[in-house]
């Protein structure tokens, strides 16, 4: 029940907002000072949207499944209005052209996972402790289970 309910409102989430992925976790910190890590991003991606120098997007590389949290710092336009866009970490040095796939120098709207409309501070620091630490991941599924247990009708 618990499981069904809380997929419905993921997926519900996934209509309102037009993202796959409506809620991340920063797991870097690469966007510091705007974003620290485990801050929690709520994303929209709605089409009619246009991408902004400046915006926060969440993008996805070709052969890399962890999503990236980045800056637009380029949009380059052609002729028939198609946008292809470069982003950079905050907190970095360079542009992200050494991130993306070998021989792409520009992101495109379909590369995009969301943009970020707001977030919560650090909330999301569970989920980076249990990825990082797999014993923690473990003992937080098994007080899941034991509350679940215990407060049963």
Known sequence: MI???ALMIWKGLMV?????SPIVVVLSGSMEPAFHRG???????RVEDPIRVGEIV????EGREIPIVHRV???????NGHIKFLTKGDNNAVDDRGLYKQGQHWLEKKDVVGRARGFVPYIGIVTILMNDYPKFKYGVLF?????VLVHRE
């Open 143 to 147: 007080l899941l289970g034991l509350f």
């Open 16 to 20: 309102i907002t037009g993202s796959e």
């Open 39 to 45: 801050d929690l991003l709520f994303l929209t991606n």
């Open 73 to 79: 710092l380029k949009i380059h336009e052609k002729q």
């Open 58 to 61: 969440v993008f996805r590389i």
């Open 3 to 5: 499981v069904s309910s």
